[in-house]
Nanobody, 124 residues
Framework: QVQLVESGGGLVQAGDSLRLSCAAS????????MGWFRQAPGKEREFVAG????????LYADSVKGRFTISRDNAKNTGYLQMNSLGPEDTAVYYC?????????????????WGQGTRVTVSS
């Protein structure tokens, strides 16, 4: 089992940037794909971004493409989500997760371990 801890959330204004981090322990992160998901108030959790084991492939939800960048540093056992040009629609609790199947990076049911989430609030 991989333990994941997100950090970096907070309250920002529209147009600002944040970088979320996801620190992993218990297993070597390079053995897993990593994904970021978010859940806005009153909505279901949705895919935001995913990255392959060694970072060569990234996928994004259409809603964040061009604004968010997912990355990872396997040497530090940490993943990141750089979020630029934030808007109120990005307000949510953000979760990182790890899984095994690169072909299913968008499918949250394929992820085996999850962090507790970090809250991002964007004011207009």
């Amino acid at each position: 089992q991989v333990q994941l801890v997100e950090s970096g959330g907070g309250l920002v204004q529209a147009g600002d940037s944040l970088r979320l981090s996801c620190a992993a322990s218990g297993r070597t992160l390079s053995g897993y794909i990593m994904g970021w998901f978010r859940q806005a108030p009153g909505k279901e959790r949705e895919f935001v971004a995913g990255i392959s084991r060694f970072g060569s492939r990234q996928l994004y939800a259409d809603s964040v493409k061009g604004r968010f960048t997912i990355s990872r540093d396997n040497a530090k056992n940490t993943g990141y989500l750089q979020m630029n040009s934030l808007g109120p629609e990005d307000t949510a609790v953000y979760y990182c997760a790890v899984g095994l199947r690169e072909a299913a990076v968008r499918d949250q049911n394929e992820y085996r371990d999850w962090g507790q989430g970090t809250r991002v609030t964007v004011s207009s």
